[in-house]
């Protein structure tokens, strides 16, 4: 085989490897995190949660899926069938695709000369070991387009299904998707600045010394509360506000499509603190000088983790918002304050 | 590449056919869209990966929201049959052939074609490697800023008198409504 062909058969086969290891872990994390939001969620309620299918309910994941698979699949009369079926595909793709450029640990060179460094430029004679499915240059803007086409799903599930209740709760969920969208954007935007990159492994590297969290952290709460309102989590679950909306866009789904639309929802919780993460938190930095830096995927599934924590400890401590309410919150404060925070850090980064 | 750019290519192409002969409007909407990835997929392949990742958060995940939004709210009919010989149907024609020569003539520009079919051309200032020496987004945003500074301010100009009036349109009242 000529080197050529080695070359590109090895980045397919990495590319699989890496695809699947992803796919594997994510669904892992969705399966314990629904139990750890119910688990938690209880003890705040002075509840014992699901605590019968296996020690502590540890199996309690596993029941769940075997009975979404089992649940007969019931549909809405009229309803658009080919949009209807794709909507939950398209939501669960977004949702996993997003996480293709985040990275993990920093690149590992394999053999060669140049050893680990902290950006993939040397790796001479070696093999360098990226942690993330795509090495994009843009890779926060790819992020970024991927999670903006998640709102297809939520508006075509709604609109295809034919039913009052779904079409408002995906109006009103694409409508929050859209303004929130900005404020994310806006918020992500300082670390850029003071990274000077949109590559994820070298914006963590400028963090070496210190966080960008106690650089930006009006960012840093920006980000975060705009990324409660991009998953749809409470006090900002409008669209699925189940004493007026039933459920929302996923009404009318059952069984696994239904399963489908709760993985994404998941999914992009752990995307949302994993970016934060690498935004803010220092991505697999060791939070403290004395501890290994080697322990990288460690530190960075530690971060996430307290992240999606203080994701479901909101959940159940704030009250929903008035849809109203929402929108202004949305457009007049979180994205002017998003706008002064850049008009800040531009200025601190073109004085330093 | 040449198999990714296959599969794009024919996507691209079975959403342009779709929008054009899609019957209820929102699958044309949603052709646009398929067609709109397609491309990014191609501008990636071009190594233009800030340009394939603009493409997607601009146009895909922005503009065709909005119109497949309103197409849904609106929920207008299907469309009425185009008989073949109409005039707008042949005008259109002759635009299309017209924008290809144009398109083709201006990708060519350069580039001349060897006795066994391969392609020849001169690199310009900004080909692949020399951008990605200096990193995409910083060329683009220096060419932006300097070069092209006025027309990039007359675009937001432009932008904001859309904007100015579209706040007009929708702020306005008839005589006797109350406010």
Same mark, same amino acid.
Request: aromatic fraction near 12%; charge should be positive; hydrophobic fraction near 55%.
């Given at each position: 085989?000529?080197?050529?062909?080695?070359?590109?058969?090895?980045?397919?086969?990495?590319?699989?490897?890496?695809?699947?290891?992803?796919?594997?872990?994510?669904?892992?994390?969705?399966?314990?995190?629904?139990?750890?939001?119910?688990?938690?969620?209880?003890?705040?309620?002075?509840?014992?949660?699901?605590?019968?299918?296996?020690?502590?309910?540890?199996?309690?994941?596993?029941?769940?899926?075997?009975?979404?698979?089992?649940?007969?699949?019931?549909?809405?009369?009229?309803?658009?069938? =080919? *949009?209807?079926? &794709?909507?939950?595909? #398209?939501?669960?793709? %977004?949702? +996993?695709?997003?996480?293709?450029?985040? @990275?993990?640990?920093?690149?590992?060179?394999?053999?060669?000369?140049?050893?680990?460094?902290?950006?993939?430029?040397?790796?001479?004679?070696?093999?360098?070991?990226?942690?993330?499915?795509?090495?994009?240059?843009?890779?926060?803007?790819?992020?970024?387009?991927?999670?903006?086409?998640?709102?297809?799903?939520?508006?075509?599930?709604?609109?295809?299904?034919?039913?009052?209740?779904?079409?408002?709760?995906?109006?009103?969920?694409?409508?929050?998707?859209?303004?929130?969208?900005?404020?994310?954007?806006?918020?992500?935007?300082?670390?850029?600045?003071?990274?000077?990159?949109?590559?994820?492994?070298?914006?963590?590297?400028?963090?070496?010394?210190?966080?960008?969290? =106690? *650089?930006?952290? &009006?960012?840093?709460? #920006?980000?975060?509360? %705009?990324? +409660?309102?991009?998953?749809?989590?409470? @006090?900002?679950?409008?669209?699925?506000?189940?004493?007026?909306?039933?459920?929302?866009?996923?009404?009318?789904?059952?069984?696994?499509?239904?399963?489908?639309?709760?993985?994404?929802?998941?999914?992009?919780?752990?995307?949302?603190?994993?970016?934060?993460?690498?935004?803010?938190?220092?991505?697999?930095?060791?939070?403290?000088?004395?501890?290994?830096?080697?322990?990288?995927?460690?530190?960075?599934?530690?971060?996430?983790?307290?992240?999606?924590?203080?994701?479901?400890?909101?959940?159940?401590?704030?009250?929903?918002?008035?849809?109203?309410?929402?929108?202004?919150?949305?457009?007049?404060?979180?994205?002017?304050?998003?706008?002064?925070?850049?008009?800040?850090?531009?200025?601190?980064?073109?004085?330093? | 590449?040449?198999?990714?750019?296959?599969?794009?290519?024919?996507?691209?192409?079975?959403?342009?056919?779709?929008?054009?002969?899609?019957?209820?409007?929102?699958?044309?909407?949603?052709?646009?869209?398929?067609?709109?990835?397609?491309?990014?997929?191609?501008?990636?392949?071009?190594?233009?990966?800030?340009?394939?990742?603009?493409?997607?958060?601009?146009?895909?995940?922005?503009?065709?929201?909005?119109?497949?939004?309103?197409?849904?709210?609106?929920?207008?009919?299907?469309?009425?049959?185009?008989?073949?010989?109409?005039?707008?149907?042949?005008?259109?024609?002759?635009?299309?052939?017209?924008?290809?020569?144009?398109?083709?003539?201006?990708?060519?520009?350069?580039?001349?074609?060897?006795?066994?079919?391969?392609?020849?051309?001169?690199?310009?200032?900004?080909?692949?490697?020399?951008?990605?020496?200096?990193?995409?987004?910083?060329?683009?945003?220096?060419?932006?800023?300097?070069?092209?500074?006025?027309?990039?301010?007359?675009?937001?100009?432009?932008?904001?008198?859309?904007?100015?009036?579209?706040?007009?349109?929708?702020?306005?009242?008839?005589?006797?409504?109350?406010?």
């Amino acid at each position: 085989m000529s080197p050529a062909a080695t070359s590109v058969l090895l980045a397919v086969v990495v590319a699989l490897v890496k695809g699947i290891l992803i796919i594997f872990v994510l669904a892992t994390t969705f399966a314990y995190l629904t139990l750890a939001e119910r688990k938690i969620s209880a003890r705040i309620q002075l509840r014992f949660g699901p605590n019968r299918v296996g020690p502590f309910g540890f199996l309690q994941p596993a029941a769940d899926a075997v009975k979404l698979f089992l649940k007969e699949k019931a549909a809405p009369e009229g309803r658009d069938h =080919f *949009l209807y079926l &794709l909507a939950p595909a #398209l939501a669960a793709a %977004a949702a +996993l695709f997003a996480f293709a450029t985040i @990275p993990v640990n920093q690149t590992i060179c394999i053999g060669g000369t140049g050893g680990a460094g902290p950006l993939s430029a040397s790796c001479p004679g070696g093999y360098p070991l990226h942690w993330d499915l795509a090495h994009l240059n843009v890779g926060l803007l790819f992020i970024l387009a991927v999670t903006s086409l998640g709102v297809y799903a939520i508006f075509l599930g709604g609109w295809a299904s034919n039913s009052k209740y779904s079409l408002l709760g995906a109006l009103r969920s694409s409508a929050q998707l859209i303004s929130y969208e900005m404020a994310v954007s806006f918020a992500l935007v300082g670390p850029i600045l003071l990274a000077g990159s949109l590559n994820l492994e070298a914006i963590v590297g400028q963090q070496h010394s210190l966080w960008f969290v =106690f *650089l930006q952290p &009006l960012g840093f709460l #920006l980000y975060f509360t %705009a990324g +409660l309102a991009e998953t749809n989590r409470l @006090p900002f679950d409008l669209p699925e506000a189940e004493a007026e909306l039933v459920a929302g866009y996923h009404t009318e789904y059952a069984g696994m499509r239904f399963g489908l639309f709760f993985m994404a929802e998941y999914i992009n919780m752990i995307t949302v603190s994993s970016i934060a993460t690498v935004m803010f938190l220092g991505g697999w930095m060791a939070p403290l000088w004395f501890l290994p830096n080697w322990l990288g995927p460690l530190w960075f599934g530690a971060k996430v983790g307290l992240l999606l924590f203080i994701m479901i400890w909101v959940r159940w401590t704030f009250p929903r918002l008035r849809y109203d309410r929402l929108m202004q919150f949305g457009w007049k404060v979180l994205l002017p304050l998003g706008l002064a925070n850049i008009l800040v850090t531009a200025v601190f980064v073109a004085v330093r | 590449m040449t198999v990714i750019f296959g599969l794009a290519a024919l996507l691209a192409f079975l959403g342009g056919v779709g929008v054009v002969t899609s019957r209820r409007t929102l699958y044309a909407a949603l052709s646009l869209v398929l067609n709109m990835v397609a491309l990014a997929v191609l501008f990636l392949l071009l190594d233009a990966q800030f340009l394939a990742a603009v493409q997607i958060i601009v146009y895909a995940g922005a503009v065709m929201v909005l119109f497949v939004f309103i197409i849904a709210l609106l929920a207008p009919g299907a469309e009425e049959r185009v008989r073949p010989l109409e005039l707008r149907v042949l005008l259109g024609g002759l635009a299309a052939v017209v924008f290809t020569v144009v398109v083709g003539r201006l990708t060519l520009n350069g580039i001349t074609v060897g006795p066994n079919g391969q392609l020849h051309g001169g690199l310009g200032p900004f080909n692949p490697v020399t951008v990605n020496a200096h990193g995409q987004v910083q060329t683009l945003g220096e060419q932006l800023f300097t070069t092209f500074l006025l027309p990039f301010e007359v675009t937001s100009v432009l932008l904001l008198v859309a904007a100015v009036g579209a706040v007009y349109l929708s702020r306005r009242r008839r005589p006797g409504e109350e406010e």
